[in-house]
């Protein structure tokens, strides 16, 4: 049967069933999710735990062979199996071979990554949802974070202000783990107190000189000089070139839908509101009615067509060098093109 999150406790209450599958990209929820079943065979008895990871020679023969033989004095048992990708032939027929036949007093949990829609329709994964629980994890994109850690928040007895709670957002987008274990450092710290941007911003502030958040901010307030200082010193630290360019693209992002909703209301300048609608929480959205004024909707769209040669020169498809091609990127965001016509 296919279990969504929210249904797992209740299905964890009961004897549990001999076959678990869990699915899944995010690491934190497919964490939660298997200590969630870890704990609940813990507590009906399954005293005996046996993990696999399963490689490209596993030998799936023998492992179905010892998982069937019997002992006298077996204990309770949970196997695991952990799949770096998906599961071959040699191992879904053994999967589903188990699954016809399960031993007695044993609970198979599979780990898997995200599986796509036409192999969740395979006919070796409908084979083991007839015999166990199917357990679909699908990730927390941009617009579904602030909902995702304002429940978390509240399941700690935790009180964000909207800044707080959006600046938080911004800083741990992509990263469920660091943005969990973000709020349980604010619970220790600020238990039963409201929680502003300030407190959540001296928490989650890089720990390395530069940062791409202070990048991203110099150049919404078309700080040229600052915004090239901080390109060289992530480079000599070694930041991954695709991180700034996500950081940079991301910003570019909202403040072309920020200029085209205006344009197309016949607006002039963007309102507070419609810049909260787009992710610029309130101490972002002076820089960025700055960048508006300074760079055209034509530009900005111009801008957001030149991120393909930025991308092409991180991948080494172009000659010209990543850090060169972000440099001349986030001038040109800034207002200073190094050279005319070129984003």
């Given at each position: 049967?296919?279990?969504?999150?929210?249904?797992?406790?209740?299905?964890?209450?009961?004897?549990?069933?001999?076959?678990?599958?869990?699915?899944?990209?995010?690491?934190?929820?497919?964490?939660?999710c298997?200590?969630?079943?870890?704990?609940?065979?813990?507590?009906?008895?399954?005293?005996?735990?046996?993990?696999?990871?399963?490689?490209?020679?596993?030998?799936?023969?023998?492992?179905?062979?010892d998982?069937?033989?019997l002992?006298?004095?077996?204990?309770?048992?949970?196997?695991?199996?952990?799949?770096?990708?998906?599961?071959?032939?040699?191992?879904?027929?053994?999967?589903?071979?188990?699954?016809?036949?399960?031993?007695?007093?044993?609970?198979?949990?599979?780990v898997?990554?995200?599986?796509?829609?036409?192999?969740?329709?395979?006919?070796?994964?409908?084979?083991?949802?007839?015999?166990?629980?199917?357990?679909?994890?699908?990730?927390?994109?941009?617009?579904?974070?602030?909902?995702?850690?304002?429940?978390?928040?509240?399941?700690?007895?935790?009180?964000?202000q909207?800044?707080?709670?959006?600046?938080?957002?911004?800083?741990?987008?992509?990263?469920?783990?660091?943005?969990?274990?973000?709020?349980?450092?604010?619970?220790?710290?600020?238990?039963?107190?409201?929680?502003?941007?300030?407190?959540?911003?001296?928490?989650?502030?890089?720990?390395?000189?530069?940062?791409?958040?202070?990048?991203?901010?110099?150049?919404?307030?078309?700080d040229?000089?600052?915004?090239?200082?901080?390109?060289?010193?992530?480079?000599?630290?070694?930041?991954?070139?695709?991180?700034?360019?996500?950081?940079?693209?991301?910003?570019?992002?909202?403040?072309?839908?920020?200029?085209?909703?205006?344009?197309?209301q016949?607006?002039?300048?963007?309102?507070?509101?419609?810049?909260?609608?787009?992710?610029?929480?309130?101490?972002?959205?002076?820089?960025?009615?700055?960048?508006?004024?300074?760079?055209?909707?034509?530009?900005?769209?111009?801008?957001?067509?030149?991120?393909?040669?930025?991308?092409?020169?991180?991948?080494?498809?172009s000659?010209?060098?990543?850090w060169?091609?972000?440099?001349?990127?986030?001038?040109?965001?800034?207002?200073?093109?190094?050279?005319?016509?070129?984003?």
């Amino acid at each position: 049967m296919r279990c969504r999150p929210e249904q797992l406790a209740r299905l964890l209450a009961e004897p549990l069933r001999p076959l678990w599958v869990i699915s899944g990209d995010e690491p934190l929820l497919v964490l939660e999710c298997h200590d969630a079943i870890r704990a609940a065979a813990t507590r009906q008895g399954f005293g005996e735990r046996e993990r696999h990871h399963v490689d490209r020679g596993f030998d799936w023969s023998s492992w179905l062979g010892d998982s069937q033989a019997l002992s006298l004095f077996a204990e309770r048992k949970l196997v695991e199996l952990r799949f770096p990708n998906k599961p071959d032939a040699g191992a879904t027929a053994a999967l589903v071979e188990w699954a016809a036949r399960p031993p007695e007093d044993t609970v198979l949990v599979l780990v898997l990554p995200k599986l796509d829609a036409s192999a969740q329709k395979a006919k070796w994964l409908t084979q083991l949802d007839e015999h166990g629980v199917l357990v679909m994890l699908a990730g927390v994109d941009a617009a579904q974070l602030p909902d995702w850690l304002q429940q978390r928040a509240r399941q700690l007895g935790l009180r964000l202000q909207p800044d707080a709670l959006q600046l938080l957002a911004d800083r741990t987008e992509g990263n469920l783990l660091a943005a969990s274990q973000t709020l349980e450092k604010l619970r220790l710290l600020h238990d039963g107190e409201d929680i502003d941007i300030d407190a959540v911003a001296r928490l989650v502030s890089d720990s390395a000189r530069y940062s791409v958040f202070d990048l991203a901010d110099a150049i919404l307030a078309g700080d040229a000089s600052r915004t090239a200082r901080l390109l060289l010193g992530l480079e000599r630290e070694g930041q991954a070139e695709s991180v700034v360019l996500w950081a940079l693209q991301k910003d570019l992002r909202a403040l072309t839908l920020a200029a085209e909703q205006a344009q197309q209301q016949g607006r002039r300048q963007v309102s507070p509101e419609a810049l909260g609608q787009f992710g610029f929480w309130s101490r972002r959205q002076g820089p960025a009615q700055q960048a508006l004024r300074r760079l055209s909707l034509t530009r900005l769209q111009r801008l957001s067509s030149g991120l393909v040669d930025v991308d092409k020169a991180i991948k080494g498809q172009s000659g010209e060098r990543a850090w060169d091609a972000l440099l001349r990127f986030g001038l040109a965001m800034a207002g200073r093109p190094l050279f005319s016509g070129r984003a």
